[in-house]
DNA sequence: TAGATTGTTAATCGATTAACAATC
DNA sequence: TAGATTGTTAATCGATTAACAATC
């Protein structure tokens, strides 16, 4: 299914969760799935499930719902998942190093080829069969590998330098760890994520719970 | 200043991000800000930031705008930031160790007091000065210390169980890396890191940018 | 057929932005 | 004083939810 009208940003931030649910699902063998059920299960309004999917396919039946590997399928190719996609890393500290680690991007068939950074205690170890090089190679290797993702782990201080480097290198998005915001060419998209805000949330519901 | 009207979810979050900006600037030796440098700043409408702002602080003055170090305390004494909190992980696997061993969490004067695992192989070790604990050990401690927050980087089909038991020590706030819904009672909180939904965000924008 | 489910149109809700008066 | 900034009220925008017709 292709172009239908463009869905909007909360709808493109539920895809994957509902994917992950229907993956879940997949292990245990079932077969067909209603977005009543899908609601249930996840705590959202099932109006919202339903208008959320049929964004990305138009196999939904009556009374029967949607074959599974159908929807499954939908979801995955409208969120680019069936191209493997490559990806580099810059700032091999420990939250760098628990990325290149990190198993769960197969899912969303992310692959990180390669780490950077410009510290020389680390440059030319491996970690998990990849390697750490200099950042000074940076650009070749995207260029050569033509690869289009960056991933920012390095300081907040350095974290703008990094991305021009990046955006010079012919990257095209940005998943960003650095707690500041970037300033990229419009052709880039930056991906910010942000564990303060996270942290925020918690920390008011608990202030609420405890002392009020 | 203490409760003008509930502000919303979207201004909650955005609040660390202005303070972290608002720091930032601290280490430049600015005194004074304005609503609409900040906007500037960080890529936001104006009016935004002054309605977030005056929802945590009544400090700002025509003409001058807020004192930095004004601003900053109030937000931070608005999201509890003034207490430390003590948090506890469970899955001492790369995520949980690259969170045991990230140093940004003072900023939030957050501490991750212990990690617990069900692995023998790496139950008694230390990092970074913090013990792994046998997950039986949990709520004993959880209880002893009165800690209120538990931090999830188990795999997703641990998780619900995992979350079980905190809930059982008294936990009330819960930061979910698992990609799974987690069934709580009304009075935890829930917060999921979700690395799917930012993917799924840049995955989409190379589609567009690649392939039409 | 009846009931469960789909997809769509309309209503509601909440968040963002615009307009503007107040003020140091 | 004039200009920059604040805070507030109103308008706009977008997302969620409700209502309902279509259908396997």
């Given at each position: 299914m292709e172009n239908k009208k463009p869905i909007s940003l909360q709808t493109l931030k539920r895809l994957p969760i509902y994917l992950q649910y229907l993956k879940a699902l997949q292990r245990d063998s079932v077969k067909h799935i209603s977005s009543t059920s899908i609601a249930l299960a996840l705590g959202q309004n099932d109006v919202q499930v339903r208008k959320d999917l049929a964004s990305v396919s138009d196999r939904g039946k009556p009374k029967?719902?949607?074959?599974l590997i159908e929807l499954i399928s939908d979801i995955e190719s409208y969120l680019g998942y069936d191209n493997v996609q490559n990806a580099v890393i810059v700032g091999a500290g420990n939250l760098g190093r628990a990325l290149l680690c990190y198993h769960g991007f197969s899912n969303y068939n992310l692959d990180i080829v390669a780490a950077f950074d410009n510290n020389d205690d680390i440059i030319g170890k491996m970690i998990k069969n990849k390697q750490i090089f200099s950042i000074n190679k940076l650009k070749n290797l995207c260029e050569r590998m033509k690869i289009k993702i960056g991933i920012i782990t390095v300081p907040d201080y350095e974290a703008q330098k990094v991305c021009d480097l990046m955006v010079e290198s012919g990257i095209l998005a940005i998943w960003n760890f650095a707690p500041i915001n970037l300033n990229v060419p419009k052709e880039v998209i930056v991906q910010n994520e942000n564990i303060g805000s996270s942290l925020a949330i918690l920390s008011k519901h608990l202030k609420e719970k405890l002392y009020k």
């Open positions: 029967i719902g949607y074959v």
